[in-house]
């Protein structure tokens, strides 16, 4: 396995011109590890995005299988990364090995859910609306549509997920399965790990004959507003705080040619507990919530921080069966110590604030964070008070009491936009649930019926997205196959001889993709 030697990638090879070293340090001690790298200069992270620009003709013009090909390269390079790799990632992270393990498959498996994407050609999009010469009063030129690419795209590494929404993360399978070029920006609380991935696909690159600045890595604190500056980017991939996802999209809306940001940045998840579910297993609930309110130290975005439930004795006694389960659970290490800071922070400020009352948990203290039980005064949520909207990130939830079901959808309808809203219900409960959904079809990007939003699968059909401000844009989602469709644009060819026409839209149909043809969808070729 190559030395961890901590110089920037740039165009398949490897530059350390910046004179300020940074150091990998240990999650759980505080202590540095034997890594140190370079930051970037500004002058490297321009020559990464021109490398990435240089590349990209070459790459977007490659067959979706070739694309393919990368991809399932990277995800076996991924997989090959041995104990020594995880014992690195564990270190940094404080994140333990079995969970490491998993978000390694989760990872790999990413990049193999884009190369079947890409084998079976639906994200090209393709449309035919053949020429109709004898229509009158004109005729109606031969027209095709199909999916390109939009150019290089930046991807932020996030926090919490060094592997599953880092280096080799979502937003960078989806840009390269889109024929788009990367440059990362390594996340500075597990750069060695950054460092062992990128390895990893470069050396996908290289077995399989991609151009040298398909992807590109650059370390260090302030080099990203370079990179969103840099005109040859064309697309922002970003998962992280609402601050810095704003900050991102300020800088990106500045430029002379603005570009989109796909920035997934606060959510409070609320799960809704309904009566007749309450009555029925009070206690079970209140401990499957209390697992996904910890799970991971609460270090998720769709850690469930906000639990509404209306006003009955079933609800007092769930909310005495909460107390009792936040109140056992121990203290874990969180990712590093700027996440425990802001932590202690965010609870500190619950604390203090009107209207908020603290139910259960010890002190805040020491290197590790302990868990939280506030309760809200409802007013909170009509009144539109911001903290109770913005996000603790930590294990820490807050809970709600109603008075009635109108309460309950005015309280509901007071809530900016969320990755996630739960329901917990028996069938009696969604007999009257349809007003519910509807007005959680505005809020959310995933709606859950029993169960908790602490698990995110990566499929088809998952949409990991939501309105402002748990994503810049709710048309889009950072996880499953969509992810695609935030890095290409459409392209229309108007009269175009076949020759030159891409494979997707080409009368022989050589790729046997699905096709809208004169508003029929078939895979035939055309005659």
């Not at 597990?190 to 600045?213: D, L, N």
């Not at 370079?226 to 922002?236: D, E, G, N, S």
């Not at 409070?268 to 007749?276: H, R, S, Y």
């Amino acid at each position: 396995m190559p030395a961890i030697i901590g110089h920037n990638f740039i165009a398949g090879g490897r530059s350390a011109a910046g004179e300020v070293i940074l150091q990998s340090l240990d999650a759980t001690t505080g202590e540095a590890l034997p890594y140190s790298f370079h930051q970037a200069t500004e002058a490297e992270v321009n020559a990464a995005a021109r490398a990435a620009a240089a590349a990209y003709p070459a790459y977007r013009s490659l067959s979706a299988v070739r694309r393919a090909e990368f991809l399932e390269a990277i995800a076996t390079e991924i997989d090959a990364l041995g104990d020594d790799f995880v014992a690195i990632v564990c270190r940094e992270t404080a994140l333990p090995a079995a969970r490491i393990q998993g978000e390694r498959g989760r990872t790999s498996g990413q990049m193999r859910l884009f190369a079947q994407v890409l084998r079976r050609g639906d994200f090209h999009g393709a449309r035919i609306d053949r020429a109709l010469p004898e229509r009158q009063p004109l005729p109606r030129p031969d027209i095709r549509q199909c999916q390109l690419g939009v150019g290089p795209v930046a991807v932020f590494g996030a926090s919490n997920f060094p592997l599953a929404f880092s280096t080799a993360g979502g937003d960078t399978a989806a840009a390269l399965a889109a024929g788009c070029p990367v440059v990362f920006k390594a996340h500075s609380g597990h750069m060695a790990t950054a460092e062992r991935v990128a390895q990893a696909i470069v050396r996908a690159a290289e077995q399989t004959g991609m151009p040298a600045g398909v992807f590109n890595m650059v370390y260090g604190g302030g080099v990203g507003e370079w990179l969103v500056k840099h005109p040859a980017i064309q697309a922002v991939g970003f998962t992280g705080s609402l601050k810095g996802g704003r900050a991102l999209c300020d800088m990106a809306a500045a430029r002379p040619q603005p570009i989109p940001v796909f920035a997934e940045m606060s959510s409070i998840n609320p799960v809704l507990v309904l009566p007749a579910a309450l009555a029925a297993r009070s206690e079970q609930i209140a401990r499957e919530l209390t697992d996904s309110v910890v799970q991971g130290c609460g270090q998720f975005c769709t850690n469930p921080g906000l639990v509404i439930g209306i006003a009955s004795p079933a609800f007092s006694l769930f909310s005495a069966n909460l107390i009792a389960e936040i109140g056992r659970r121990p203290a874990q290490t969180m990712l590093n110590s700027g996440t425990l800071h802001s932590y202690a922070k965010g609870v500190a400020a619950l604390h203090t604030h009107p209207g908020m009352r603290h139910l259960a948990g010890q002190p805040q203290e020491g290197r590790q964070a302990l868990p939280q039980l506030f309760q809200a005064d409802v007013r909170l949520l009509l009144e539109h008070d911001e903290l109770l909207q913005e996000e603790v990130f930590g294990p820490t939830t807050v809970l709600v009491e109603v008075a009635d079901q109108a309460e309950l959808l005015e309280a509901l309808g007071a809530l900016g936009g969320q990755l996630t809203a739960s329901l917990i219900a028996e069938a009696a409960d969604l007999e009257q649930a349809a007003p519910l959904v509807a007005l959680l079809e505005q809020k959310a990007g995933r709606l859950l019926l029993n169960g908790y939003p602490t698990g995110v699968e990566v499929c088809d059909a998952m949409v990991h997205g939501g309105p402002y401000p748990a994503t810049s844009d709710a048309r889009g989602t950072s996880v499953g196959s969509l992810a695609i469709e935030r890095f290409l644009r459409p392209l229309c060819y108007q009269n175009y001889p076949d020759a030159l026409l891409p494979d997707a839209l080409k009368n022989a149909n050589p790729l046997g993709i699905a096709r809208l043809v004169d508003g029929r969808s078939t895979r035939e070729p055309l005659l």
